[in-house]
């Protein structure tokens, strides 16, 4: 059992839940703090027990069925890239059946999860949307290199999800009470679509040769990094921005922003167009750390 767990664990990169789930939870302090009468949950922390359950429930769940689906629709092209063959499916260590298994699983888990949230109705209504959109990006190579923004705006979902379900009732009153989260989910889509595109050069002249869509496919290695460059440069100016629209963010969120800016130049340091080696080096350790970093600096800046 504990085999088949750490196979299953693997294979959706289970670790990799790093990069999204600081968002919701930093999305989700902002919300509580941010006050009014639409909230979820008081700032009382006897309140929180029930809706931090269910971001942790539905963020896990949600990751997991959109992993275990990409792994699915993507086997065969999996099997045919030298650098993916490995992958458990190609392998065979596990089936078919058992991936689909998990997607289906885990999708209903994420589903029953926006239940905690109720009496706001907008998780639960939402829900299968958001799946659409989590299981869709699976596909987008094959028809658009946008799909590095599409896995962005997956990813960038999260602090807006758990900001919804933590404010629905104000949201649909007021949809501007919305803004924190859609600043923060912006800055987000950037970034995620920034070191997608960065992890991509490694499979450009396979994409190119198998007509998969990808910006360093179309565009070339070097002009690909030069966007990603760009995206990340985005990503800066709308975590600058956060502080209009939080005014509560002081001066830790601002340690914090150059050190998420050193992060990001050190990650570009990392890569280049005639050496490649050092990619997981630079989508790994840098931005497993940045999301860390924010959060710790906001939850620091609100609550200390």
Not at 62 to 83: G, K, S
Request: with cysteine; hydrophobic share 60%.
């Amino acid at each position: 059992m504990a085999a088949t767990l750490r196979t299953y664990l693997a294979l959706v990169r289970f670790s990799h839940t790093v990069f999204a789930l600081p968002f919701a939870v930093m999305a989700a302090l902002v919300a509580v703090a941010w006050g009014g009468d639409g909230g979820m949950v008081a700032t009382q922390p006897s309140t929180w027990l029930r809706p931090a359950a269910g971001i942790l429930v539905c963020m896990v769940a949600a990751r997991t069925a959109a992993m275990a689906f990409n792994r699915l629709v993507d086997r065969a092209i999996d099997a045919a890239n030298p650098r993916t063959a490995s992958r458990h499916l190609p392998r065979g260590d596990v089936t078919t059946a058992q991936v689909l298994a998990l997607v289906v699983g885990s999708s209903l888990v994420f589903v029953a999860g926006t239940l905690l949230f109720l009496p706001n109705w907008l998780p639960v209504a939402l829900s299968l949307p958001v799946l659409a959109w989590l299981l869709g990006y699976s596909y987008a190579k094959r028809f658009t290199s946008l799909a590095h923004l599409w896995l962005g705006a997956a990813l960038g979902l999260a602090p807006v999800a758990a900001w919804i379900a933590l404010r629905g009732a104000t949201v649909v009153r007021d949809p501007a009470d919305i803004l924190p989260a859609a600043v923060l989910g912006l800055a987000v889509t950037t970034w995620v679509a920034g070191f997608d595109i960065i992890y991509a050069c490694q499979d450009a002249v396979f994409d190119a040769a198998h007509g998969l869509h990808s910006v360093p496919a179309r565009i070339g290695v070097p002009r690909a990094l030069a966007r990603a460059r760009w995206l990340h440069v985005a990503t800066l100016i709308l975590l600058a921005a956060l502080p209009l629209v939080v005014p509560s963010l002081g001066a830790i969120f601002w340690v914090a922003w150059g050190v998420i800016a050193a992060l990001l130049i050190w990650e570009h340091s990392l890569v280049r167009a005639d050496d490649l080696s050092r990619v997981n080096e630079a989508f790994f350790t840098a931005n497993a750390v940045i999301g860390l970093v924010l959060l710790a600096a906001i939850a620091a800046d609100l609550w200390a």
